[in-house]
């Protein structure tokens, strides 16, 4: 049994840590999709095809791919404060230097350097929060973080086709104006969080020393458990079986997720509406995946309980895309890709604590990274396949099937592999104590 931690503790740590964590996430994800906006005018200008803009929008995904697992392993060994700022303001400056695309050459490369800046930064973030929180608190945690994804998807459509308004100004287009007010306050944030966040419980001075200590020694205890029960070195734990399964099912989740995201714009575009109209409309989805965040995050802790929570998720999320496919044309279709939003955001509380089951110290740093790498290469196969479909059939409904039978594949797989004998269920957390 780990050592009891005070609830105050825990509020404590979450109150100090999280908000800096969601804005930082809420930046990286604006700055990730916010070429979804950029495209309804950029694409014109710079004579970008709807396959192009897939394969450009993919791209990212790939040296994201190459450079994770080393990002996290430097994260682990040069320290979270340190390496985290240093990957958001790396990815602040290249997403600014979007304003610079000139072609379809231009916009591939940039987005390619883009996604190697940013690797690590999701994986980098999970792995610190299994050095601030026991066992017991990582889906509700993770939650809280990952709310940050749609709450940006939500705000930034709005904020981006508003700066497009911005057409001409010191002689720069509107497209180009987002890039560069979307990525410069990253940078500014990156030296914040340099500054501000603490490593480890041990170099928090907000906290006293009984806190700092019964904390850490509560994390050390659900990490000697987890290495007792499995012992997986790194080189293991990146090709353990149980690991694999859960990065397909994360490719599967990712691929729904960004798929849906590049060409939502572009989508409820072609419906007849204003771009504004479409900023607004296209927050509608995202609105609805936090709330499937909060609700997926709050039973499966409450419930101790990761497969059958991500089963659930995941077939909502098939069930919305295929309704969506089916209306596609009709704003009636935007209702169920919202159904969609809350199952792909509402699998992701109960999974990311899957991997700390079986995963500990340096192994878990490289096993969530290469389950995040593996991931996110649905983040090019998504936008790839669907920019591909459109190109060729003059349609995304094709695209959407596509996303949806993937959704149906990582459903069908979690309560096979996902399961007691093949990822321990979560054992009980620490006991908690009132302040």
Do not use: C
């Amino acid at each position: 049994m780990s050592t009891a931690v005070s609830e105050s503790t825990i509020k404590k740590v979450s109150m100090r840590l999280m908000p800096i964590l969601f804005v930082g996430y809420v930046l990286a994800y604006i700055d990730r999709i916010n070429v979804g906006f950029a495209a309804l005018k950029m694409n014109d200008d710079a004579g970008i095809s709807p396959y192009i803009f897939g394969l450009g929008a993919g791209v990212f995904f790939l040296s994201y791919f190459v450079f994770e697992i080393p990002s996290n392993l430097a994260l682990a060994r040069f320290g979270a404060r340190k390496w985290i700022s240093r990957i958001m303001i790396s990815w602040g400056l290249i997403s600014a230097a979007m304003a610079l695309v000139q072609g379809p050459t231009s916009f591939i490369v940039i987005r390619f350097l883009l996604g190697a800046a940013e690797a690590g930064f999701f994986p980098g973030v999970i792995l610190y929060l299994t050095y601030w929180f026991p066992q017991a608190y990582r889906a509700r945690i993770v939650a809280a973080f990952i709310v940050a994804v749609p709450v940006s998807l939500a705000v930034g459509g709005p904020i981006s086709t508003a700066i497009l308004g911005i057409h001409g100004f010191a002689g720069l287009k509107g497209w180009q104006w987002l890039f560069l007010l979307e990525g410069i306050p990253t940078v500014i944030f990156g030296f914040f969080f340099l500054a501000v966040m603490p490593d480890k419980p041990r170099d928090a001075k907000w906290l006293t020393l009984d806190e700092r200590n019964a904390l850490q020694k509560a994390i050390a205890d659900d990490d000697r458990a987890v290495a007792e029960a499995h012992g997986l070195t790194t080189i293991q734990a990146l090709s353990d079986r149980r690991l694999l399964a859960l990065a397909f099912i994360w490719f599967a989740n990712t691929t729904a997720n960004l798929g849906l995201a590049f060409f939502l714009p572009q989508i409820l575009k072609g419906l007849g509406l204003t771009d504004m109209q479409t900023g607004i409309t296209t927050s509608i989805p995202y609105i609805f995946g936090t709330l499937g965040i909060i609700a997926f995050g709050y039973v499966s802790d409450k419930y101790n309980e990761r497969r059958w929570t991500l089963f659930v998720a995941l077939a909502v999320t098939a069930v919305g895309l295929l309704a969506a496919g089916l209306l596609h044309g009709s704003l009636i279709a935007v209702a169920f890709m919202a159904v969609a939003a809350i199952g792909i955001y509402g699998a992701k509380p109960p999974f990311w604590p899957l991997p700390s089951t079986f995963l500990t110290g340096r192994a878990a740093a490289g096993g969530i990274a290469l389950i995040n790498a593996i991931g996110n290469l649905g983040g090019f196969v998504g936008p790839y396949v669907i920019g591909w479909i459109k190109e060729s059939s003059h349609s995304f409904e094709a695209g959407i099937y596509f996303l949806a039978a993937l959704s149906i594949l990582g459903a069908a797989i979690t309560p096979i592999v996902v399961n007691a004998r093949f990822v321990g269920a979560p054992r009980a957390g620490p006991t908690l104590k009132k302040a």
